[in-house]
């Protein structure tokens, strides 16, 4: 009977040999959105991709899939309506969302071989508990059948009534209602970033311009000169204007990650020249992000719920200023001061206008002016096209009087 026993083992662990073998996974190659392909990078072997059907690529451990299937449905609750995959709801089904090529998250299928496989890690488990995995349908027998919509056009309740609040109580009142409500993920979405990095401001028009005759060309070329130093960095206190992370009056300095982002922010008209220019971190700058990885909340409904929040604050910083729409901003605007009260330098939020990113940081001393980055450009088009001018910092022998 032992012998029999150990033969049978033997048998079984053999064919679990084989499965393993052949179980899909996905390749990194099928992976498109960053945070599904660094969780491929993050347990990585040589197998079998479900998407592209080929053996012997680069694919997640297909013993390890959970983490990486948790954050395609994450992206999935995260762009999609229900009713986008849901049978129910007239959708047809969530692996019929991948075959758009116009879906982030993954490459459409290759080859139909292994697809059932991946259409099941989607699926199944149905109904994870909230707070240990993802589901893709709202809700089923409690006798109110409810419906998800997607997590970035949705504004949390808990988002709204804070919102609501400021409209009839002064900020104080309203400030310990915030920081609960901010507390279960402010040590999450903490960013480093690091001394040395150059971020750019800018500003419409220029100091003054003068014309210089060039011997290369033979022609009289209009020299621009960019607003420099304090003309482009933050405004002082007595001239600071509300803005989307501060109040009138409070001097704080917002910057982007690249040239193209901070003209488009301050959405300036076609024909108008704007300087550009580079502030450098003195020191290393405590941030709070407000775009983190989505990753690193897809474990459960219960952190994507967090996840929810984290981004209709980014929404609400990423919303350009309109005089007349204040109101809006008195919620990120008291965030920025909770944020302070727990040592963080500043905030990061996506751009509306660029694919970068922007940060207001609440000591402007911490970044100093660097004047190499300093140039004019001139606004061409309506979509912002931005084209580089002769620019200098200051007039050379030869160049002719000022305009
Ligand atoms: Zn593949």
Known sequence: MGQDAVEANDESEDIELNDDELFPSLCMDCARHPSVKKLVAQDCTKGRCALCARDDVDVRNPQNLEPLVMVIRALVRFHYDEQDYNPHWGGESVMSLFYDDANL??????????????????????????????AMFAGHDHG???????????????????????????????ESGLEDYIARFIND?????????????????????????????METMRMHVPWLGKDIGAPPPPKAGFGRVNRAGVSVMYLASDPYTAVAEIRPHPGHTVSLGGFRSKEPIRLA?????????????????LYAIIRA???????????????????????????????????????SVSQGSNICIFYPDKFEFVSDHSEVRQIKAVAYEIEPVHSALAKEPGDMPFD
């Open 189 to 217: 979405i903490e960013a480093m970033l690091p001394q040395g990095e150059v971020w750019f401001r800018a500003r419409v028009g220029e100091t003054k311009t003068f014309h210089r005759f060039s011997i290369d060309s």
């Open 105 to 134: 998250i993954v490459e459409p299928p290759k080859s139909n071989l292994y697809v059932d496989d991946f259409d099941e890690w989607l699926n199944w488990p149905v109904y994870p508990d909230w707070d240990k995995g993802i």
């Open 289 to 305: 992000d407000f775009n983190p990885d989505i990753g690193l909340f897809s474990q459960s409904d219960q952190r994507l719920s």
């Open 144 to 174: 109110d059948r409810g419906m998800n919509f997607a997590i970035s056009r949705t504004t949390p309740p808990g988002f709204s009534e804070l919102q609501a609040r400021l409209l009839t109580e002064n900020f104080f009142q309203v």
């Open 313 to 351: 604050f980014d929404r609400l910083m990423s919303m350009p200023v309109t005089p007349d729409e204040r109101t809006p901003y008195l919620l990120t605007q008291l965030l920025a001061e909770v944020l302070l009260r727990h040592g963080f330098d500043g905030v990061r939020f996506r751009s």
